[in-house]
């Protein structure tokens, strides 16, 4: 169903809504939870909705918009979400399989490598006798070149699932390139890396015994909880009855199976995203994924008016897009603004 950016829709269906750039997808979002709030009848101050969007510039502009209206509003990145109902609350559950220390768990933040922690696993890797010259483990350790890959390739750890659907650590051997300052490069062979990729996990545990979580560990590790313990989803279905995320084509394989989940009774879950947007298709999203989900009795929407952009602007767009036509919301200003713009130059 096409739509604009000021159409309500029905606040207990889920559905799905796609925009292109301009078409105000924000303010249909900001809309739509003020929408809900006032109508549900099953928000109170224990149960709110939830609203994830991807980046913290994106959380800042939506509760910027929202201004006061929000007391049963939570609007978070899905990292922020998931460490403060999922991960914080019940990482003790996983303390004894991944040696977390609960206690000392106070934040995530970006990943880094720790030089003496990447010695300590080195040295003590069980397949360390597996390295061959010229990436021994002291070689690994002490030569320039290899320890710059190295820790290029550990700070790209990931996690992702395999054949079977078994979410595991991983890297990409290609991004163990480096680059000294006099021009000479070094690749870690597929050999090191098969080896060294084997203990990955281990890696990892040096910092989880610490309480050091970064980014990607919170999707990791929350996912490994709900796996375990499925009530915790009958949790974040007590808590939140509405479930809206932003941008859903940057969300990650991870972010996509959570939301699935979530989604499979009594939440009302809702996305809003545009494929052609897709900029992190390097952490593994996936532009097509936002029409893939698949979602119970699941409503289609497509908010074809580009608010933004003059009439000329949107022709343009027509021409090179074919999946959603746009309209021009200031058509008239853009003939008017293209008129002026030919006499000024008639004049030079």
């Known amino acids: 169903m096409r739509i604009t950016s000021d159409t309500l829709i029905p606040i207990e269906k889920n559905f799905r809504v796609s925009a292109g750039p301009g078409a105000g997808k924000t303010y249909w ?83 880094f490598v720790h030089g003496k922690k990447v010695r300590h696993w080195l040295e003590n890797h069980q397949e360390a006798h597996k390295l061959k010259h010229p990436f021994s483990v002291k070689q690994l350790l002490n030569t320039p070149l290899n320890y710059g890959s190295l820790r290029r390739w550990l700070e790209a750890i990931t996690y992702k699932f395999d054949e079977s659907g078994t979410l595991t650590i991983t890297s990409d051997q290609s991004r163990s390139f480096y680059e000294d300052p006099n021009g000479e490069t070094r690749l870690l062979s597929k050999q090191c890396v098969k080896v060294l990729e084997t203990g990955l996990l281990e890696y990892k545990k040096l910092y989880w015994s610490q309480g050091i979580i970064d980014h990607d560990d919170v ?21 939140f009855p509405y479930f809206f995320i932003d941008e859903f084509q940057d969300s990650n394989p991870i972010q996509v199976d959570l939301v699935k989940k979530i989604g499979e009774k009594e939440t ?66 853009g003939r008017q603004f293209m008129d002026i713009f030919t006499i000024f130059n008639n004049r030079i």
């Open 29 to 111: 979002l900001v809309n739509h939870l003020r929408n809900v709030q006032k109508h549900s009848r099953r928000l109170d101050s224990s149960r709110k909705i939830a609203c994830i969007t991807y980046t913290n510039i994106g959380v800042e502009a939506i509760l910027k918009s929202l201004g006061t209206e929000f007391e049963q509003i939570e609007v978070s990145t899905i990292h922020s979400f998931l460490y403060k109902h999922i991960l914080k609350p019940y990482c003790a559950f996983l303390a004894d399989e991944y040696g977390l220390n609960a206690v000392a768990v106070s934040g995530h933040d970006d990943s």
């Open 219 to 239: 999707l990791f590790l929350s996912y490994q909880l709900i796996e375990r313990h499925p009530f915790l989803l009958e949790v974040l279905r007590a808590k």
């Open 268 to 333: 009302v879950m809702g996305v809003i995203g545009d494929p052609a947007q897709s900029i992190y298709e390097f952490q593994g999203a996936k532009p097509q994924q936002l029409h893939e989900l698949v979602l119970p009795e699941l409503q289609e929407y497509t908010i074809a008016v580009n608010r933004r952009s003059t009439g000329n602007i949107v022709r343009v767009l027509r021409s090179i897009r074919k999946d959603i036509k746009q309209t021009a919301y200031r058509d008239v200003e």
